[in-house]
C-alpha cells in the first residue's frame, strides 16, 4: 500500500518538529519506564516529527518499542534512523492501528499516538489496545490542543477513563502547544 507519507517520509525525518523534552519526563514519571516496559508507537508519527520519533525517542527508558504504521516507506526511514541511533531494541511492524490485535505482540505497558490519532477509529483502537495492554497499562495521545474536548470526551467512555493532559507551550517558530493526553484504567 502506498499512501502519501511514503513520498514524505524523509522530508520529516529530515525537518520534522521535535516534541517537547518535557514529554519524555512525564512519559517515563507517570508510567515508571525503568527500562525494563515495551512500549507501542501506532501510527509511527508518519507525519509532524518524523518517522518513530516517539519509538525512537523512547528506546532508552524501554526494554523493547515497536512501531506501527500501514506503509512501508515509513517504517524504513524509521528503521534507518534506529540505526543511525544506535536504537537496537525497537521493531517496525507494518499494520493499521485497527488490525493492532492481530499484530502478535506481548503484552504492552504504554501505547503512544502522536498526531494519527485523528485518523484512526478511536473508538475500535481503544476498545483493541484494552485486549493489548497489561493491567496497569495506559495510554499517551500527543496531539494539538485542538480538539481536546473531543479526545478527553472519547477516553473517558472508553476502558481508559482516567484521563489527565499536560500541555507545552512551543516558540511559534515550531509549533503553538503539544498536549500529552494520558489515560489509564480506573483504579479499583
Known amino acids: 500500500m502506498t499512501t502519501p507519507f511514503a513520498s514524505a517520509a524523509a522530508h520529516h525525518a529530515r525537518h520534522g518538529t521535535p516534541y517537547p523534552a518535557q514529554l519524555h519526563s512525564k ?4 508510567f515508571a519506564l525503568d527500562g525494563s516496559q515495551t512500549v507501542l508507537e501506532l501510527g509511527a508519527s508518519g507525519a509532524g516529527p518524523g518517522p518513530g520519533v516517539l519509538a525512537l525517542s523512547l528506546t ?6 515497536y512501531a506501527v504504521h500501514p506503509e512501508p516507506a515509513v517504517l524504513a526511514e524509521g528503521s534507518r534512523l534506529a540505526g543511525e541511533r544506535a536504537c537496537p531494541n525497537v521493531s517496525w511492524l ?6 493492532v490485535t492481530r499484530l502478535c505482540l506481548p503484552r504492552i505497558d504504554l501505547c503512544v499516538i502522536g498526531g494519527a490519532f485523528h485518523r484512526m477509529d478511536g473508538e475500535r483502537v481503544l476498545a483493541d489496545l484494552d ?6 497499562g495506559g495510554i499517551a495521545v500527543i496531539t494539538s490542543p485542538d480538539g481536546l474536548e473531543d479526545l478527553t470526551d472519547l477516553l473517558a467512555k472508553s476502558a481508559f477513563s482516567r484521563v489527565e493532559t499536560t ?10 502547544a503539544v498536549t500529552a493526553v494520558v489515560a489509564t484504567r480506573p483504579r479499583r
Open 27 to 30: 512519559l517515563a514519571e507517570r
Open 60 to 65: 532508552p527508558l524501554a526494554d523493547h518499542v
Open 94 to 99: 507494518e499494520g493499521a492501528a485497527s488490525a
Open 131 to 136: 485486549t493489548v495492554l497489561a493491567p496497569r
Open 167 to 176: 500541555t507545552w507551550e512551543q516558540s511559534a517558530a515550531v509549533t503553538a
